[in-house]
């Protein structure tokens, strides 16, 4: 019976540390062959190989949701060159105007 307390206690440590360095749950556990219209997109990101088993890019849609695809797919590379550009394109035009 003192082992469950002891292990409750434990388990309510480890979690936020858990969260904190991104957790197992931000991890992608399956590469998915969906393709989304880029326009479709919002952001992506890579997940960081040291804390995750999949080396995949995360994409997040303008509705939220997350897809997980291949580093090495044409389609996430192309993807991401497009948020990329996109991206850049936001941050001159706000800068310009933020000049005149």
């Known amino acids: 019976m003192t082992s469950i307390p002891i292990l409750l206690l434990l ?4 979690v936020p540390t858990a969260l904190a360095q991104g ?3 931000s991890c992608c556990l399956k590469i998915t062959g969906t393709k989304v219209h880029r326009d479709s997109l ?7 190989p040291s804390s995750c088993t ?4 995360v994409f997040t ?7 997980c695809a291949s580093q090495t797919n044409v389609w996430t590379k192309t993807s991401m060159a497009y948020l990329d550009g996109k991206n850049w394109q936001r941050r001159h035009t706000t800068l ?3 000049r005149q």
Not at 11 to 14: D, N, P, R
């Open 54 to 57: 999949q080396n995949a890019v």
């Open 42 to 48: 919002k952001s992506y990101y890579v997940e960081d």
């Open 61 to 67: 849609t303008i509705m939220g949701r997350r897809i």
């Open 23 to 25: 957790g197992i749950s």
């Open 11 to 14: 388990v309510t440590m480890m």
């Open 96 to 98: 310009k105007q933020q």
